[in-house]
């Protein structure tokens, strides 16, 4: 089997200029297997590796060293010079399934391994993962209900490549085990509903040795309502227990080692609100939406503050209107979301915990049965940056 490749030039930002070091070098590498009986038995392998080898932008940091930060403002260390980096991710999964269930056994039962890497030059990290899942669907009154449970162990471990302190490792680790059920139905001919819980228990070992563990209960509701031919509403809440944050794994006592105090399980609650409406040619929607992160700790700490810990807010309006006749479509969509860690905007070495969006609007267009173009056009807070996709035929 040939890799696939991913090659090509070098971003330009918004004004036109060359951004260094952002051209694509991807090889890809995918293989799947599967065998089904005549029962319906079947079991499915997956395998794949991405990897980005490409020249990377770089500055001087502590001990003299070169990182490769992207993304990252104010580097105030001296100018940029490019070298070689690494991303690379494996993954292998397999999984049970019957395609032919018999009443109220439909099982799914799958096992997964994940590994990234990232060489940043002056230091190397590792994220490593062992997940699985059984879960059946049951057959109730309107709808299925899937129920089941789940584990997973994730590790981080980091490598430093300077001198003293800035040669320093680490490894974080946890585990989880979950409880979970998860139901669809439909309550008559004009209202579905979805509604689900799951509970988790928790343990975390920090680079210190340190052990924590904690457990926490998540649940989610949602309902659509047609109001009549043409329009329809919608409505969703959730909170959900986030856990123990592992780290940037390549960082891990990078230059100090890493204070446990203070550290702690993170939460979240989110809600959604829309209305949406279809005449058959003539679509259109829109939602409000707001989502609360508290209490996430440091990934990337400050001289080792694994315990400081900060409070997300993401919050916005998700609008799109679109047009459909016999041959074709034209859609357009606008999405403004605040995102804001503390109260304040994110700034770039946040990105971790969130990213500031702004305003994004894409306009596409397609033609069934000639080349389809579609065209997007995408501004934030950060300045503009303009897409243009072709593809050959739908």
């Not at 680790?173 to 139905?185: D, H, I, M, T």
């Not at 509970?199 to 209960?217: H, I, N, P, V, Y």
């Not at 995102?339 to 700034?347: D, H, K, M, R, T």
């Amino acid at each position: 089997m040939n890799p696939p490749r991913r090659a090509g030039s070098d971003y330009e930002d918004g004004d036109g200029n060359r951004v260094l070091g952002t051209e694509a070098d991807l090889t890809d590498y995918v293989g799947k297997l599967a065998y089904e009986s005549q029962t319906g038995h079947r079991f499915e392998f997956a395998a794949s590796q991405t990897e980005d080898e490409g020249l990377r932008a770089a500055q001087a940091g502590p001990g003299g060293i070169l990182f490769i930060r992207p993304d990252f403002a104010g580097i105030t260390s001296g100018p940029s010079l490019l070298t070689e980096g690494l991303s690379r991710r494996t993954s292998y999964t397999l999984t049970y399934s019957n395609t032919q269930p018999m009443g109220n056994w439909d099982p799914t039962l799958q096992l997964s391994h994940n590994e990234q890497e990232i060489d940043a030059s002056g230091i190397y990290g590792t994220n490593k993962s062992l997940s699985g899942t059984f879960k059946n669907k049951f057959a109730i009154s309107g709808g299925p209900l899937t129920a089941g449970l789940d584990f997973f162990n994730e590790t981080a471990e980091g490598l430093g490549r300077g001198p003293g302190p800035f040669a320093s490792s680490g490894k974080e680790e946890r585990n989880n085990v979950g409880l979970f059920a998860q139901a669809r139905q439909d309550l008559g001919d004009r209202v579905s509903v979805s509604y689900g819980t799951r509970l988790d228990s928790q343990s975390f070992t920090g680079a210190d040795g340190s052990k924590f563990s904690e457990s926490g209960f998540s649940a989610n509701g949602s309902i659509d309502v047609i109001l009549s031919d043409n329009w329809a509403a919608n409505a969703g809440l959730a909170s959900s227990w986030g856990g123990y944050e592992l780290g940037e794994a390549a960082l891990v006592n990078f230059g100090t080692a890493w204070d446990y105090t203070g550290f702690t399980t993170s939460g979240a609650n989110a809600g959604r609100i829309g209305l949406r409406f279809d005449n058959g040619n003539w679509k259109a929607s829109a939602a409000l939406f707001r989502t609360d992160v508290n209490d996430i700790t440091a990934v990337l700490p400050t001289s080792g503050a694994r315990g400081a810990t900060a409070d997300l807010k993401s919050q916005g309006i998700d609008p799109s209107v679109e047009y459909s006749w016999a041959t074709g479509f034209a859609r357009l969509n606008w999405t403004y979301a605040d995102v804001e860690l503390n109260g304040a905007s994110v700034g770039s070495t946040a990105y971790y915990l969130g990213r500031p969006m702004g305003h994004m609007i894409a306009l596409e267009g397609g033609w069934s049965g000639r080349p389809v173009a579609v065209w997007r056009h995408c501004r934030n807070r950060a300045g503009k940056q303009r897409r243009r996709h072709h593809a050959a035929r739908i």
